[in-house]
């Protein structure tokens, strides 16, 4: 059991260029979110999903999108990069009911240079 | 919406002693309490939750408590171990919000052997 996957782990981009992190869960979860970690801020949402076919924004959306065509990925596009878009980025699902426990993915670092 | 504020930043403390990390949020709304420990390189992974209908939890060596009037929250490590060093978040999320987590920016533990 795989759990929550990111593609890729590492990756360099330059100001101006486009790219997408994929995430995939395998455990059948409605819920699926992006979040962004920067040192002292915590972790802020980007966007979320709560079903196939849904996307929401999040506390920080500007500058990227998503979509979620499979229930089981959730895909997180920056259209032209920059350099405030520097972080680690983390996939998330829940099965959202209750307030249940999330389950993170080992994490995206990307630097925009 | 939410808002999440977590302290200390930083924390460290002897191998054996305990560690206390507190959280207030702000959205008396607001009904699941989760904490989350995250290793370097890794995603963050839940330890121990609360619901906002109980007023204390324990797992062990940690313990979470809850105070819905003061709206505030702590996580407690008992006899902690060099392998508890890592940073803990705490989160708050409720219906209101779609069961998004919001997070305080996080504790980094140190514990020195």
């Known amino acids: 059991n795989a759990g929550v996957t990111q593609t890729p782990k590492f990756r360099v981009l330059k100001t101006g260029q486009s790219m997408t992190l994929l995430c995939a869960q395998d455990m059948n979860h409605e819920y699926m979110y992006w979040y962004r970690q920067d040192p002292g801020m915590g972790l802020r949402l980007i966007h979320y999903s709560v079903g196939e076919g849904t996307t929401a924004k999040g506390e920080v959306p500007d500058g990227y999108n998503v979509s979620r065509l499979k229930k089981q990925n959730f895909l997180l596009g920056l259209e032209s990069a920059a350099p405030s878009q520097t972080s680690v980025y983390f996939c998330?699902?829940?099965?959202?009911?209750?307030?249940?426990?999330?389950?993170f993915g080992q994490g995206t670092r990307l630097t925009v240079v | 919406g939410e808002n999440v504020e977590q302290h200390p930043s930083t924390l460290s403390v002897q191998e054996g002693d305990s560690a206390v990390i507190k959280c207030t949020y702000s959205d008396s709304a607001s009904n699941y309490f989760p904490w989350y420990k995250q290793e370097l390189g890794k995603g963050p992974q839940l330890i121990i939750d609360i619901r906002s209908n109980v007023g204390e939890k324990k797992d062990q060596r940690i313990a979470v408590t809850l105070n819905k009037t003061a709206k505030h929250f702590s996580l407690h490590i008992t006899e902690t171990q060099p392998e508890d060093s890592a940073v803990y978040f705490c989160a708050a999320s409720g219906w209101e919000y779609g069961n998004k987590l919001v997070f305080g920016a996080g504790t980094i533990l140190r514990v020195k052997s």
């Open positions: 998330a699902s829940s099965t959202g009911v209750g307030n249940t426990e999330a389950f």
